[in-house]
């Protein structure tokens, strides 16, 4: 095969490229109306289309990772005074009450299916260039089964986020679809059937080599994902995979192209994308591929003195205090409470002077033993004030950042694969003594003391404190549901959360898709 290698500055000028067509919808544009693909650099052009859509979904506030997130008891986005009811979708989110007009689980359906769409066209256009002789055809295929497998990355997510969605697996039948089709929505089954068989299908013809696919899906990402896929099968209602799980994750384990860093947030530097860590990753770029704006989501509004940042954060998202203490004492995962991390305690200038925030109250001041108003993270989120809640820093919030980060955010992580691995061994064998070696090569890492033996309580743990804010909490605190001990899962209580019923496992189906077309059929419970 015949591999181009894909620079992250190369992919980005391409998605920017290719931005405006990403977002069309799958009706307007057919294969005739496309140009010609005469070149391996034309095909890879194409392919941005396919991959700006994910820069949505992981990057800026409102859809897919805000609703992972904020959905979970790592991450709340409490009302601060006058500021963040927004209407009371993000309350509604943490505390599992959203119903079937909740704008941002919307947002997230039309981000996913907007993947599909994209995909879909593509291969459709390839495929139509290759079987009328204007392409090669081997060539045509690798980037053909490239998109397959893309597409089975969106529609792995939309089976873990809404369970029972419409199979678009042919472009060109998708306006032709009748009203009353009875098997436009397919179950979720179907779905895991679908998306398993187009990653096996496809997976020998990806690029084995992963630097000349950065940013693009190669042969170990597809293993990764398939990974993910059969770990969660049980959780997915058919039937456990946790043998093929293993499989899998053995697959990118073995294959010698990652290990993990010594330094723990090296995968998250406004550099990062030479990381030993980094499977698969969405190599934002301010200039090139925006729309990563952690540090403005998260960080109070002072802090862009700390940071020099152009814009001011919007003193958003925190982690919840139950979380921020399962963290061990000398975790280094914890950072330093100032610039990496979670942050925490008295807060600086990058001068070094305090930062003030004249709106925090008296009682803060005397609680810091200081008669100044100086800002410091708390903790605890009671009362929700301006100063409350750890912040998320685990990424790198460069000095001068504009509004768009550069740092790449790695969607399968190393560290993920080994813990994952560990954890199939584990449901298989809770005595598992590799599993154990796994999850204690993480915590040395971390520079915490190991595990003895693995539990459902201490093994859930130890994912969400390596794996925060990269969109995975919520699907491991629904995998976890019903295992014995005393871990908080999904419909737990947790602050500002009562009890919340099992059918809160998947996301409504939005009302406005349904309104839109009658072939959609609710999730059992909305």
Not at 12 to 31: F, K, W
Not at 85 to 106: E, I, K, Q, Y
């Amino acid at each position: 095969m015949n591999f181009k290698i894909f620079s992250k500055l190369t992919l980005g000028i391409l998605l920017v490229l290719m931005y405006s067509n990403a977002c069309t919808d799958l009706t307007e544009q057919s294969p005739d109306s496309l140009n010609s693909l005469e070149s391996e650099e034309e095909f890879i052009a194409a392919l941005g289309e396919a991959y700006t859509v994910m820069g949505g979904l992981w990057g800026g506030h409102g859809g897919f990772w805000s609703m992972q997130e904020v959905s979970s008891d790592e991450a709340v986005i409490p009302q601060r005074g006058t500021d963040w009811f927004d209407g009371g979708v993000w309350l509604r989110t943490h505390a599992h009450t959203n119903g079937v007009d909740h704008g941002p689980t919307n947002g997230t359906w039309n981000q996913l299916f907007r993947g599909v769409n994209a995909t879909s066209r593509l291969i459709l256009q390839f495929e139509t260039l290759r079987d009328d002789g204007s392409l090669d055809a081997e060539l045509a295929q690798n980037f053909i089964s490239e998109l397959r497998v893309q597409r089975a990355f969106f529609y792995f997510w939309l089976l873990d986020s809404f369970g029972n969605v419409p199979i678009i697996d042919d472009f060109a039948s998708v306006e032709g679809n009748p009203p009353n089709n009875p098997d436009f929505q397919a179950g979720r089954t179907q779905v895991f059937n679908f998306v398993e068989s187009e990653i096996v299908n496809n997976i020998n013809n990806l690029n084995p080599d992963p630097r000349a696919s950065y940013g693009r899906m190669h042969k170990d990402a597809a293993h990764f994902l398939l990974g993910k896929l059969y770990l969660n099968a049980e959780a997915y209602g058919v039937g456990t995979r946790y043998n093929d799980a293993v499989t899998q994750f053995n697959a990118v384990i073995n294959s010698g192209n990652y290990n993990l860093e010594a330094d723990y947030f090296a995968p998250f530097a406004s550099s990062n994308s030479g990381s030993s860590e980094i499977i698969f990753a969405i190599p934002y770029d301010e200039v090139f591929l925006g729309g990563f704006n952690l540090h403005h989501m998260t960080l109070h509004y002072n802090h862009q003195e700390t940071f020099d940042f152009e814009q001011q954060p919007w003193n958003g998202y925190a982690t919840l205090a139950e979380f921020y203490r399962s963290f061990e004492e000398g975790d280094v995962r914890l950072g330093d409470g100032q610039r990496s991390g979670l942050l925490v305690g008295p807060q600086f200038a990058l001068s070094g002077a305090p930062l003030i925030d004249t709106d925090i109250g008296p009682t803060h001041h005397l609680t810091l033993q200081v008669d100044i108003p100086q800002l410091a993270m708390v903790g605890d989120l009671a009362g929700a004030s301006r100063e409350a809640g750890a912040r998320f820093a685990k990424f790198e919030y460069a000095v001068g950042s504009t509004p768009d980060l550069n740092n790449d955010f790695p969607v399968f992580r190393y560290a993920d694969a080994l813990l994952s691995k560990a954890e199939a061994l584990w449901r298989i064998n809770p005595g598992d003594a590799e599993a154990l070696n796994l999850v204690n090569q993480i915590r040395a890492r971390a520079g915490v003391a190991p595990f003895a033996n693995l539990t459902a309580e201490n093994l859930l743990a130890e994912r969400g404190r390596e794996l925060y804010t990269e969109a995975w909490r919520r699907q491991d605190l629904i995998r976890f549901d019903g295992v014995a001990g005393g871990a908080t899962r999904f419909n737990d209580p947790w602050w500002e959360k009562d009890v919340s019923q099992s059918f809160r496992n998947v996301f409504p189906i939005p009302q406005t898709q349904i309104d839109a077309n009658p072939n959609l059929r609710q999730n059992p419970g909305y």
